[in-house]
């Protein structure tokens, strides 16, 4: 059996104590997206500023347990700044951690520089509890709806 | 199956020891019977009976295997039948896959043979989404208006004004025991001013036969859904109750084999009850397994299983109140009496999720979540709660181990 440290390190207790990038911004110009969770009833909102180049900007609300809220916490510090494509390498490195695939399919285990990782490798301990996975992938997949929008708008703009 | 009742009160380790899964899982407490209750020995062993001994279709063969199956199948029907107090326990009761599926049936039903645009069905608002959602696909098919009688801070159904909401109404809907607060309804009270108003009642009992004595010739119901698994029987079966001249003015639900006793080019015509509302090969070995779960429950007495859960809802209500006291919220009645099968809780600080997960380092098994009833859970302002809900092997010691993961839990995260 795992320990319960496996899954609720001391970043991901910090980040449900203390949750980064708590809120909401206006919308627009803020992009929004909503997740649900309809098996625990966990919900999430996440806000996005991009200036066209970078996320500026980025909040989220919402309730849920300490896995759902300390992975939304992490995830808005890890993508804040970065570009629409390198947010996209952070998603997927996240779903790498959780042995899941681009699909969010379980997926062989694929190495990874943990190092690189920062805080966020704390949810690694996740991938070991099967019924937690949906509870640190909401915040990501409500996150990814927004990185789709903008990579149609840039697409949009590029045609 | 040994001897279970001391003085009238349940021997709970005699108890444990008619259902395997203890054995084979040592320490465990198991406190999600609300979800699905565990199953004794007799019901595993009549269901592996019949597949090794009796196994052929139901109603079709005039070979030896399929009458065994046949008088199986229809002993398990007239037993059930007459468990819950059916005057005609052979055509009043309906096998469905679960409370849902009956549910279902019944809402379909009654969409087609007696609703109308602009009619008024009333439920609750402490409905499992069972008793919900098939009400509100008629009010998008067929523009019947779906009214709710609210719940007051105590999770008990505000009732003051019944007349007024039950006027004109063409069915009512409501649970006999909340899944999720264990609020045990004025059900018959509420059935007699909705009889007086000319309405249809519906019970939901899914979480009342299993732990109470129904008789439905006197509760006030026309009819009645609940689930098998709930009450020690297997997965895949329920049952709908429902007195005979309404049945057999309803039109069937599902169509196809065994619920005709007519075929032509241009129509049907539907077979008689119980097999109108049955359509294609029925889940026997499931039947039947109710069935035995039926015979263990009747072994036991009613009486006995009924103070038991009596007793531990009021103690697990006072310790984990007692040891936690304003840190902790506990939904539902605060007088214990009005209580049935289980404990909703939230721990102040700490996600229900979070706890079902200590809990279970602790091997103690408890819900967390909506359980199905997301209009209850935003009238209670919350996403989520923890259930503890019990059963005949549960015992103080099952509590007593919930209060200390309990414990652990608010050690752990606050």
Same mark, same amino acid.
């Given at each position: 059996?795992?320990?319960? /440290? ?83 390498? =952070? ?11 681009? /699909?969010? #399919? ?30 640190? &992938? ?22 | 199956? =040994? #001897? ?53 279709? *139901? ?11 046949? +008088?199986?199948? /229809? ?16 055509? #009043? ?39 919900? *959602? ?48 264990? &609020?045990?309804?004025?059900? =018959? ?82 077979? +008689? ?108 302002? *919350? ?25 652990? =839990? ?5």
């Amino acid at each position: 059996m795992q320990g319960l /440290e496996d899954l609720y390190r001391e970043i991901i207790l910090d980040h449900y104590k203390n949750p980064r990038n708590s809120g909401t911004l206006e919308v627009p110009p803020a992009h929004q997206a909503d997740g649900y969770n309809p098996l625990c009833g966990d919900e999430i909102s996440i806000y996005v500023n991009y200036d066209g180049e970078r996320i500026t900007d980025i909040k989220n609300s919402g309730q849920g347990c300490s896995i759902s809220r300390s992975s939304a916490s992490l995830m808005t510090n890890a993508v804040k700044g970065k570009t629409i494509a390198e947010a996209r390498e =952070t998603i997927k490195t996240f779903k790498r951690l959780l042995l899941l695939d681009e /699909e969010g #399919e379980k997926s062989e285990p694929v190495e990874i520089d943990l190092r690189k990782l920062g805080e966020l490798a704390a949810l690694q301990g996740v991938s070991k509890f099967p019924a937690r996975i949906k509870c640190a &992938t909401l915040a990501w997949n409500t996150f990814t709806q927004i990185v789709d929008e903008l990579d149609l708008q840039i697409d949009g703009a590029n045609d | 199956m =040994t #001897e279970v009742l001391i003085d009238n009160h349940i021997d709970v380790a005699k108890v444990r020891s008619d259902f395997p899964i203890f054995a084979n899982n040592p320490g465990l407490h198991y406190l999600d019977s609300g979800a699905s209750s565990q199953r004794p020995s007799m019901v595993l062993e009549a269901m592996e009976n019949y597949y090794r001994f009796h196994h052929a279709n *139901v109603h079709r063969g005039v070979y030896r295997l399929a009458e065994e199956a046949t +008088e199986l199948y /229809e002993s398990a029907r007239e037993r059930i039948g007459r468990f819950i107090g059916a005057t005609h326990p052979g055509r #009043e009761t309906i096998f469905s896959k679960n409370s849902t599926e009956a549910l279902n049936l019944v809402a379909n039903s009654l969409g087609r043979g007696f609703l109308r645009q602009g009619d008024k069905v009333v439920i609750t608002k402490m409905e499992h989404h069972a008793n919900i *959602v098939p009400w509100q696909m008629l009010a998008q098919y067929i523009g019947i208006q779906v009214e709710f009688i609210d719940v007051d801070d105590e999770g008990e159904l505000i009732i003051d004004d019944l007349e007024r909401i039950v006027d004109g109404a063409k069915v009512v809907s409501l649970t006999l025991t909340s899944n999720v607060l264990g &609020t045990v309804t004025p059900f =018959t009270g509420i059935a007699q001013v909705a009889k007086a108003a000319g309405a249809i009642v519906v019970g939901d009992a899914s979480q009342f036969v299993p732990h109470r004595q129904i008789d439905v010739k006197s509760i006030g119901a026309d009819l009645i859904a609940f689930t098998g698994h709930k009450m020690f029987g297997p997965t895949g079966i329920g049952v709908l109750w429902g007195r005979s001249e309404l049945l057999d003015q309803m039109p069937p639900f599902l169509g196809g084999g065994d619920m005709i006793s007519d075929v032509r080019l241009d129509g049907f015509v539907a077979n +008689e009850l119980p097999y109108k509302f049955e359509a294609g090969t029925p889940p026997i070995a499931e039947a039947i397994g109710l069935g035995a779960a039926v015979d263990y429950m009747n072994s036991i007495g009613m009486d006995a299983i009924e103070s038991h859960d009596r007793e531990i809802s009021r103690l697990a209500y006072e310790k984990v109140k007692g040891a936690f006291g304003d840190e902790i919220k506990i939904f539902g009645p605060s007088d214990p009496s009005k209580r049935s099968g289980c404990l909703s809780f939230e721990l102040e600080g700490v996600h229900p999720h979070d706890v079902a997960q200590v809990l279970d380092q602790n091997l103690v098994n408890v819900r967390a979540g909506h359980h199905c009833a997301k209009p209850l859970m935003r009238h209670l302002g *919350v996403a989520a709660t923890a259930r503890a809900s019990f059963h005949i092997y549960n015992d103080e010691a099952d509590v007593d181990a919930l209060v200390d993961a309990l414990k652990e =839990t608010r050690n752990f995260f606050i």
